[in-house]
Nanobody, 124 residues
Framework: QVQLVESGGGLVQAGDSLRLSCAAS????????MAWFRQAPGDVREFVAK????????YYADSVKGRFTISRDNAKNTMYLQMDRLKPEDTAVYSC?????????????????WGQGTQVTVSS
């Protein structure tokens, strides 16, 4: 079992930056691919970014490419999402997810473990 806890959300203005963190605990014997998803009210859960077990491979949704950066520090069991030049349409609950293996895809159904989410609100 892996437990995930997000932090770092908040209320910011358009153009500002935020850094989200996802702290993992539990099963550390097997590497896990990880990802960030987000869900706005009334919308389906949307893929944001993913990172392979060792950080060697990353992938971003087109909507955040060039503005967001995903990274991880396995020594600290923590994944990050640096969000720059935030826009009002980035407003959502952001959740981190993990699954055993080197890498995973873009569907939330591929991920086994989920955090509770952290709210990000960007005002115009």
């Amino acid at each position: 079992q892996v437990q995930l806890v997000e932090s770092g959300g908040g209320l910011v203005q358009a153009g500002d930056s935020l850094r989200l963190s996802c702290a993992a605990s539990g099963d550390r014997d097997i590497g896990h691919a990880m990802a960030w998803f987000r869900q706005a009210p009334g919308d389906v859960r949307e893929f944001v970014a993913k990172i392979s077990w060792n950080g060697g491979a990353t992938y971003y949704a087109d909507s955040v490419k060039g503005r967001f950066t995903i990274s991880r520090d396995n020594a600290k069991n923590t994944m990050y999402l640096q969000m720059d030049r935030l826009k009002p349409e980035d407003t959502a609950v952001y959740s981190c997810a993990a699954v055993r293996g080197y890498d995973a895809g873009l569907s939330p159904y591929e991920y086994t473990y989920w955090g509770q989410g952290t709210q990000v609100t960007v005002s115009s």
